[in-house]
């Protein structure tokens, strides 16, 4: 059963279906209002500005690209779709998170479970009826456990961050490109050709992304038998595919099916990114509302 509670104020005007309010905010589909700067005063996503976390993000994104190699991802893949390491409930695992920080973020330095509230409440105010996609917005983050002891604590450069494929050449348009000239496989024949291992229209469920925890709680989800729709698992999967939802790359790989579903993820991509702000939500109060939308789609317990 879904209970219904009042919405808390997420401290944002009420806005029309418009481009810009009288402050030049973006106005997204409902009521959500897109701030201008994060939490840092700067625009959102801008890997170059000088700011606090600026060279820390960078550092991130050089060991990021060095060490994600085609053959690092199936090593990974294999090892974690085991989903032996645990098992716990869904908000079990939201609260895991309450001490990680995310050394790639340059937008964000609170605590996970904030911005996960804060993006499905952000979802909700627009999209009430779309009860599938808050809680899309709770989990889409989850496979950040991965940097948890429990876990084997893997480096932050295998968990977060912008993804990409691997096993075809690395698109220009992915963040700090440059420092792909430092990964074997930039050199490889086999794998720095438009279409490296893949066919045209292969569909990228058969394209292996880099790893991280997109693809982890992917694996998750499936691996315990989510009643949530297939848009649901796209969005999971590929929400940190910047080079494809944000700049166009890669279409030379999706089937007619990824076209339906980055409809979903671009509408899911604004609350993700544009949620991060130092709006609080109050956790405890939305906490029921949740709790009741896991129960509709998740086993009470999962294997990790
Ligand atoms: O720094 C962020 C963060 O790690 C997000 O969770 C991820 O989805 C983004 O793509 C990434 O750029
Ligand atoms: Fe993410
Ligand atoms: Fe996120």
Redo the contacts with the bound molecule.
Sequence with gaps: MTILIDQPELGVEAGVNKLDNADNELVLDGGFVVPQTNSFGQTF?DYHVESERQQGVENFYRTNHINQTSDFVKRMRTEYGKLNKMEMGIWECCELLNDVI?E???DLDEPQIEHLLQTAEAIRKDYPNEDWMHLTGLI??LG?VLLHPGFGELPQWAV????FPVGCAFDKSI?HHKYFEENPDYHNSDYNTKYGVYLEGCGLNNVMMSWG??DYMYLVAKGNNTTLPPAALFIIRY??F?ALHKSGAYRHLMNEEDTENLKWLQIFNKY?LYSKSKVRIDIEKVKPYYLSLIEKYFPAKLRW
């Design positions: 996503r995310d790639s973020d340059p889409h983050d950040k977060v961050g912008d993804t963040v925890h997109d929400h940190s910047y993700d």
